[in-house]
């Protein structure tokens, strides 16, 4: 329980930072692409493990899964930029390519598709010490550079043409940001499986962008609701036999509903936003007066 609420406490932290850069490129879906990309390498894992006689078998199943999801999203952000096929038929030849592969090189080494479930969907319960220093690593790694190259990783995610303009390596910090998923992808692995880690990296920051304007806010909010959903997902699996990613996705759509609900009511109590308070005002803003008929009349 202590290492599955250490994996909890980093992935519901670092998801949502590199979740934020992706909802404001409007690549949403990419997590859900790598991530099947990702079940490809758990299985060319799994296959070599075997090979190499290792035991378990799964012990190359992360390592794999990093390098095979690093690989995809570098693939995918060159399809996006210089290839002829479009975002989301790329992202759709991800999803399909990736199943496929996955099932079919588990096969090969010995395996079943059972064998992909707890990567699928899945199992922080079985999370081990080596697990645990990988995702510290990575989480770290996500943090330094999703918190460390914000304001231009923003500025590329934002416009890119005044990224450009302003003399950034768009390139190089467009592959960070994969890079970045990639990792995110791998890392939430154990914590919600592949099928659902996207929803991880995604519903929080909708949830944030409910109750905040600001990108930085935004980031802080999304980490924030992303670790407590992960606690009060795993707490919950911890008195009831339910599944740990399912139960964390739930919640933090739960969460998602009640901040959409709420957000009416703190919009009208909100004061009136003057974008220049600095400036006086030098126009005086009176009610148009009542007319009838094409007329002014009293009101």
Same mark, same amino acid.
């Given at each position: 329980?202590?290492?599955?609420?250490?994996?909890?406490?980093?992935?519901?932290a670092?998801?949502?930072? !590199?979740?934020?850069?992706?909802?404001?490129?409007?690549?949403?879906?990419l997590?859900?692409?790598?991530?099947?990309?990702?079940?490809?390498?758990?299985?060319l894992?799994?296959?070599?493990?075997?090979?190499?006689?290792?035991?378990?078998n799964?012990?190359?199943?992360?390592?794999?899964?990093?390098?095979?999801?690093v690989?995809?999203?570098?693939?995918i952000e060159?399809?996006?930029?210089?290839g002829?096929?479009?975002?989301?038929?790329?992202?759709?030849?991800?999803?399909?390519?990736?199943?496929a592969?996955?099932v079919l090189?588990?096969?090969?080494?010995?395996?079943?598709?059972?064998?992909?479930?707890?990567?699928?969907?899945?199992?922080?319960?079985t999370?081990?010490?080596?697990d645990?220093?990988?995702? =510290?690593v990575?989480?770290?790694?996500?943090?330094?550079?999703?918190?460390?190259?914000?304001?231009?990783?923003?500025?590329?995610?934002?416009?890119?043409?005044?990224?450009?303009?302003?003399?950034?390596?768009v390139?190089?910090?467009?592959?960070?940001?994969?890079?970045?998923?990639?990792?995110?992808?791998?890392?939430?692995?154990r914590?919600?499986?592949?099928l659902?880690?996207?929803?991880?990296m995604?519903?929080?920051?909708?949830?944030?962008?409910?109750?905040?304007?600001a990108?930085?806010?935004?980031?802080?909010?999304?980490?924030?609701?992303g670790? !407590?959903?992960?606690?009060?997902?795993?707490t919950?699996?911890?008195?009831?036999?339910?599944?740990?990613?399912?139960t964390?996705? =739930?919640?933090?759509?739960?969460?998602?509903?009640?901040?959409?609900?709420?957000?009416?009511?703190?919009?009208?109590?909100?004061?009136?936003?003057?974008?220049?308070?600095?400036?006086?005002?030098?126009?005086a !803003?009176?009610?148009?007066?009542?007319?009838?008929g094409?007329?002014?009349?009293?009101?």
């Amino acid at each position: 329980m202590r290492r599955a609420l250490l994996a909890a406490l980093l992935v519901g932290a670092a998801a949502p930072v !590199v979740g934020t850069y992706l909802v404001q490129r409007r690549l949403s879906l990419l997590g859900d692409g790598i991530g099947h990309v990702a079940l490809t390498g758990v299985a060319l894992g799994w296959l070599v493990g075997a090979a190499m006689g290792l035991a378990p078998n799964d012990a190359l199943a992360i390592p794999g899964a990093v390098v095979a999801a690093v690989v995809g999203s570098v693939l995918i952000e060159v399809v996006r930029r210089r290839g002829r096929t479009s975002g989301d038929l790329a992202l759709a030849l991800m999803f399909y390519g990736g199943i496929a592969g996955g099932v079919l090189l588990i096969g090969i080494a010995g395996g079943s598709s059972g064998s992909l479930m707890s990567y699928l969907f899945g199992s922080i319960s079985t999370v081990t010490t080596g697990d645990l220093v990988t995702t =510290v690593v990575l989480c770290a790694v996500i943090l330094a550079v999703g918190v460390g190259l914000r304001p231009a990783l923003f500025a590329v995610s934002h416009d890119e043409e005044f990224a450009v303009a302003a003399g950034l390596p768009v390139w190089l910090l467009n592959m960070a940001v994969a890079v970045l998923a990639a990792l995110t992808v791998t890392v939430s692995m154990r914590v919600v499986g592949l099928l659902l880690v996207s929803a991880l990296m995604i519903v929080p920051v909708a949830v944030a962008q409910q109750l905040t304007h600001a990108f930085r806010r935004t980031m802080a909010v999304a980490a924030a609701v992303g670790v !407590v959903v992960c606690v009060a997902g795993l707490t919950i699996t911890y008195w009831n036999n339910v599944s740990p990613g399912a139960t964390i996705v =739930v919640l933090a759509i739960g969460v998602y509903v009640l901040a959409a609900a709420a957000r009416p009511l703190l919009a009208r109590r909100a004061p009136a936003h003057d974008p220049h308070p600095d400036i006086p005002d030098d126009v005086a !803003v009176t009610p148009a007066p009542a007319v009838a008929g094409g007329k002014e009349c009293e009101p």
